[in-house]
């Protein structure tokens, strides 16, 4: 198991765990009020709850690193800190109201501005995807490989999210599956579930886990236009930060994505 050898990523995995079990009690009340923020993501007492919880556990373990999460921490304002925590408390909040279970809690540990180590857990399903930089992941302690290019699946999908299509002209021919979280989605190439994935507006805490994620299980992320996410760089609101993210279970077909997925004129 990683966990016995890397405390940061067992510290990690443990605060998703307890992050789902808060989670879960709000979702299966399911007396929300969600609310639109300035973006028009939906967010909910739910995800403020979690980030708080997120926020003063890695505070009291943590206190010299920085802490850059969805609802309360955009922003890293000591630009002399170059090792800290990237969290998204519940990734596929519109999923959480609405019942679905596709929704999970993503912590990465950045060093030097890059992630080294990240949990993802989605506790409705109860998968917990694991990563420490130079190690294979695992899903639930067992590991996860991406597709094989040269023993492809039978069948396959490209999974995206809904804001793909309103922007991007697709003409890749596998099954579409839009599951709704960011996170989720970037991790089925990892477990060989989906060949290629995208996420035409994903934030920093949507992808920063998946940045490591999908390299150690042997495939390839990276943006089709624009700035790369990583180094992070302190002064910058990642909250008004969007990238088109693209991961592939391969190189070609990380190419094949590249070649297929092309702006609206």
């Not at 009291?60 to 800290?84: H, K, M, R, V, W």
Request: charged share 20%.
């Amino acid at each position: 198991m990683l966990n016995e050898h890397y405390p940061d990523l067992e510290f990690a995995s443990g605060l998703c765990l307890e992050s789902g079990k808060l989670l879960l009690k709000y979702f299966r009340n399911r007396h929300l009020n969600p609310s639109r923020k300035a973006d028009r993501s939906i967010v909910t007492e739910a995800d403020t709850a979690a980030d708080a919880f997120i926020h003063e556990t890695i505070r009291n373990a943590y206190p010299d690193d920085f802490l850059l999460s969805e609802e309360l921490n955009p922003i890293i304002t000591n630009s002399s800190l170059q090792n800290g925590w990237v969290v998204d408390p519940l990734d596929g909040t519109t999923n959480f109201v609405l019942g679905l279970p596709h929704w999970g809690i993503l912590i990465t540990k950045i060093e030097a501005g890059y992630p080294i180590l990240s949990a993802q857990y989605f506790p409705v399903i109860d998968e917990l995807y694991q990563v420490v930089q130079g190690h294979p992941p695992t899903l639930n302690g067992s590991p996860i490989h991406v597709e094989k290019e040269f023993e492809p699946s039978f069948t396959t999908i490209f999974s995206c999210c809904s804001r793909t299509y309103r922007h991007y002209r697709v003409d890749i021919r596998y099954k579409t599956r839009i599951f709704g979280s960011a996170g989720y989605s970037l991790a089925s190439v990892a477990k060989g579930t989906a060949r290629i994935a995208f996420e035409a507006t994903a934030k920093i805490w949507d992808l920063a886990a998946a940045w490591l994620l999908i390299p150690q299980a042997g495939g390839e992320i990276g943006v089709i236009s624009g700035d790369n996410p990583f180094p992070i760089i302190p002064g910058i609101n990642y909250q008004t930060k969007n990238y088109s993210v693209l991961a592939a279970a391969s190189k070609t077909w990380f190419n094949e994505g590249l070649q297929k997925i092309k702006p609206l004129e």
